[in-house]
């Protein structure tokens, strides 16, 4: 059974960093890459960030270019998203995803096949 299972989401402020956690099981890690999607209440699911099967090459939304890092540890089946400089424009559900691309970077959701649940992410001002 496949899964991908967010953590490290929470309430901080404006200035603060997170790291989210996403743990896959149920399908060969290194055989997908990985990205993380954020969606705010009435609004689509937008693209943060992506990264390759091998962490080799990664992409991001221009909105958190230089703020966030996105990463993978293939030994241990998890992507993590760091965010420091949190706004509160990053307010959103923060989701990770697996795609059977391996390279090169993919930024759109219909190319992602695995979803985790989400994981809740608030920065007051």
């Known amino acids: 059974q496949v899964k991908l299972v967010e953590s490290g989401g929470g309430l901080v402020q404006a200035g603060d960093s997170l790291r989210l956690s996403c743990a896959a099981s149920?399908?060969?890690?290194?055989?997908?890459?990985m990205g993380w999607f954020r969606q705010c209440p009435g609004k689509e699911r937008e693209f943060v960030a992506a990264i390759t099967w091998d962490g080799g090459s990664t992409a991001y939304a221009d909105s958190v270019k230089g703020r966030f890092t996105i990463s993978r540890d293939n030994a241990k089946n998890t992507v993590y998203l760091q965010m420091n400089s949190l706004k509160p424009e990053d307010t959103a559900v923060y989701s990770c995803a697996a795609t059977r691309v391996r390279v090169p970077v993919v930024r759109t959701t219909p190319a992602y096949i695995y979803w985790g649940q989400g994981t809740q992410v608030t920065v007051s001002s």
């Open positions: 149920g399908f060969t890690f290194t055989g997908y890459g």
